[in-house]
């Protein structure tokens, strides 16, 4: 059945019933007219927490990304609940329909392909709609590839920023990365596995290759990849292997920590050392290895000394 059939048949069944009231939902109870935004397993099928599957089978509808995808998902719990595919594509117009049948007096359940639904992953506009109608939205929590792949990374976790998928052209690429460099916090990204061997020499090209970042593939999955180092050795060590190149990839990346003044005092005083014994290029070169600050913006920064001297 699809998805314009599904409307109908559901639009027929609401209309010859009075609307219900909403009632607040329980632990363990799915109440009518609410919109509830349940996570998925993001791999490990064993991660589906138990509020999720009491979730998808007393709902009316489930709003899924691919319905194909999702389909082997719910059938692997016994979830035979009606199904909607709501993707970007198809959003404007969904998105009237789900908020219409949720005022009629029924639940519905957003999911999305794998995690938490929202993040890098469409649905947006119908909690905003949810909102602006004065429609209950509802969190079922579970998986999060970004939170699972911060808990493993070995980087700072109190303050971070989501960045998800990067411009696929290298330029746009570039630019947008330019916009993080003096962020000092910790970083997290999504990227294909067609883009990674370019995404990361990007990376370590901008932020420097002796910034540290931790490689997340597969996570929960058979063949798992949870890798720290540098971007400059993240970028080889998955080039040289073209397994590394598969699968959901997250990248954590740490933020820069030698930003501020005191930092660029202490940098003024190694590159001035360093220069009474080495050329401008090899002192950029150990400055950066030592530092960690990218190795252009330092020999940069070693030709304005040598013009104040």
């Known amino acids: 059945m699809s998805a314009q059939d599904d409307s109908q ?14 009632v607040r939902h329980t632990h363990n109870n799915v109440a009518s007219a609410y919109l509830y935004i349940v996570a998925t397993p993001i791999g490990n099928m064993g991660d589906i927490t138990a509020r999720a599957i009491d979730t998808l089978k007393q709902v009316d509808i489930i709003a899924c990304e691919d319905t194909r995808t999702s389909g082997k998902l719910l059938a692997n719990f016994g979830i035979d609940t009606q199904t909607w595919a709501y993707h970007e594509h198809n959003s404007e117009i969904q998105t009237p329909k789900i908020i219409e049948m949720i005022q009629r007096g029924h639940s519905v359940a957003l999911i999305s392909d794998a995690g938490t639904p929202l993040i890098s992953d469409p649905g947006y506009q119908l909690v ?10 509802v969190p079922i929590v579970g998986a999060s590839a970004a939170i699972a792949a911060l808990s493993v990374a070995g980087l700072p976790s109190d303050k971070f920023s989501f960045v998800g998928f990067l411009p696929a052209k290298t330029h746009g690429r570039v630019k947008q990365l330019e916009q993080y460099i003096e962020r000092t916090e910790t970083l997290i990204f999504y990227e294909a596995p067609h883009r990674i061997v370019v995404s990361l020499k990007d990376m370590a090209s901008v932020f420097g290759d002796n910034r540290p970042a931790t490689l997340c593939r597969e996570l929960t999955k058979t063949f798992e990849t949870v890798k720290k180092s540098t971007l400059g050795e993240l970028a080889q060590f998955v080039e040289a292997d073209n397994n590394q190149q598969k699968g959901e990839i997250v990248l954590v990346v740490g933020g820069n920590v030698n930003n501020d003044s005191d930092d660029d005092s202490i940098h003024d005083e190694l590159l001035l050392r360093l220069l009474q014994d080495l050329s401008v290029k090899k002192a950029a070169a150990l400055a950066s290895e030592l530092t960690g600050v990218k190795k252009n913006t330092l020999y940069q920064r070693l030709l304005d000394l040598q013009k104040s001297e």
């Open 128 to 137: 905003q709609a949810a909102h602006a109608a004065g429609v209950g939205v």
């Open 9 to 22: 048949s559901l639009t027929q069944t609401a209309t010859s019933a009075p609307a219900t009231t909403p």
